[in-house]
């Protein structure tokens, strides 16, 4: 019978929806469970239910410290990216000289070479110019790895903001950084709050890159993390691995809400 | 002490020997025109004539290669849009879509430092002259297009500027409401005496609105007059092809005053005095009517085919092998059939020779 049928493959997409997203939610699944276990160890299923490892995660300062050297990163990349990268993609979509195309691509390199390569090269230069590892090479690298983003995303902001908008307020004696501030600025929050929230998550959880950069003193979370890995399965790791999941889940919560994902990717 | 010698008033608006050049192409050459302070001047043409450049010269979003721009006497060559004081609507609304209607027509006055007070007092005045007091609240998406292109208009005109400059404002209307707001765009304009410059390539519009038409031909201005000299005395062929319906005829001098013989040795009575030996006349479809006994102007002509019009017939005809287009009122057109002669005749006042 048709309805039979219907029902039968809606069932089967709704088990293969299911499996997708398990797929793709089970690792955070087993570390939100281990972070929940009480065993000394790294485990799962978990056979019972603490918050110890919360509280021992937030009285650990390496990554107390790491935590608020990785925000502090985030914020200072994601700035840096906005205001440098917000012009330069007015300029690309506004002026589509042919001179402005290698800078086009320039621009949007880093996010096909592969993040260890960039590291490297980053390290090399970082030596180079005498700034060596630490906050100032790291915000460096993070800046090269979070400005395609701004200006992917900011670039096809301005490609549907209208440019006689810009004219009218011309026409209505408005100067350039009025026509910026109260035209311009205000039509692409949107896109703007995008941006940063790309910037900030594609900085707040990089290794590959930071590895790197890092001065032995201060890491990012993400190095600590992966470094503290390396020695010891302590639970801990996982409650901090939640935290994370969950700021990164808000932000993300956040795009969704904002702006239009789907557009923007 | 004597008194200084009165300032003859400068025309709001004075292009002076303009050009403009787009790498080889030449967009206007050597455009000169003054547009005196509250007129509603239109500039017309086919597209590619160079009338939108020029809009945005006087508007200051493009600067000429060579020659000067004036508004209100001062040379603004140099001047970047928002220093001149001008005011502009284009083909669609343009409104800030994050502002309300009253934001929206507040925005200039801000720019230029108007109190606060103030401000409110002039957005409510015009508000209610284009008659939308009720909606300064509302966003620019929950107007109408014409709501919308109204609140284009306050938006501009609000400021007082020297020239109001409007670029096809009512193309993106539909048919019924693009003649409703073109009648409503010259009842303000008159009303606020705002000196207007209006670039269309819509000729009845143009005809309609303008106190001035300057038809434009690449880059050139081919003719400057009221609506009804444009119509009635075109200066030259393309004016007289490009404004309404003409037939062109090719005619030689025939040696006396206001004379001239067309094909197969007609002779035509004219209405102004042949310049050259050889040339056309202008003939307007509807000034060629049936002859009724004799007279000068006597055309004998075959029916080739009828287009019915309505109240009008459109009547292809053949002088030998001259085709000619006329306009009856279908009345008169009544029991015509094709292939059957015809006597017409044609006031001389109404024939024109162009070179």
Redesign the interface.
Known sequence: MPWQNSRLSLLGWALFQLAAYSVLALPSLVIIGASLNPASTFSFPPRGLTLAWYVKAMETPAFTDSFLLSVELACLATALSLLTGTPAAYALQRYRLPALQPLHSLLLSPIVIPAIVLGIGLLMFANLIGIGQGLAALLLGHFVLTLPYVVRTLISSFSLFDVVLEEAAQSLRASRPVVWFRVILPNIIPGLLSAAIFAFVTSFGNVALSIFLVSGSAATLPVQMFAAVEHSSDPTLAAVATLVILVTGAIVLCIDRLANLQRLI | MRDPAPIPQSPAVALSAVSKNYGEVAALELLSLDVPCGELVCLLGPSGCGKTTTLRLI???TSPTRGRVFIEGADVTAK???LRN???V?Q?P?????LSVFDNVE??MR??GVAKPERRKRVDAMLATVRLADLGARYPRELSGGQQQRV?LA??LV?RPAVL?LDEPFSSLDAQLRIHMREEVRALVHQLNATTVLVTHDQEEALAIADRVVVMNKGRIEQIGAPSDIYDVPQSRFVAGFIGRCNLLPCKSAGAARTVTIEGGHLLSIANDPAGDKGVVAIRPEHLVLANGQSPNNLRVEVLQFTYLGSRTHLHVALQNLKMLIDLPSAEAKGLSIGQPLELSVDPAFVRFLP
Request: a positive charge; aromatic letters at 16%.
């Open positions: 508007a200051g979003f970047p849009p928002h001008i005011g502009m284009f669609h343009a409104l800030f879509p994050h925005f200039g720019n230029i284009a938006r501009a400021l400059l």
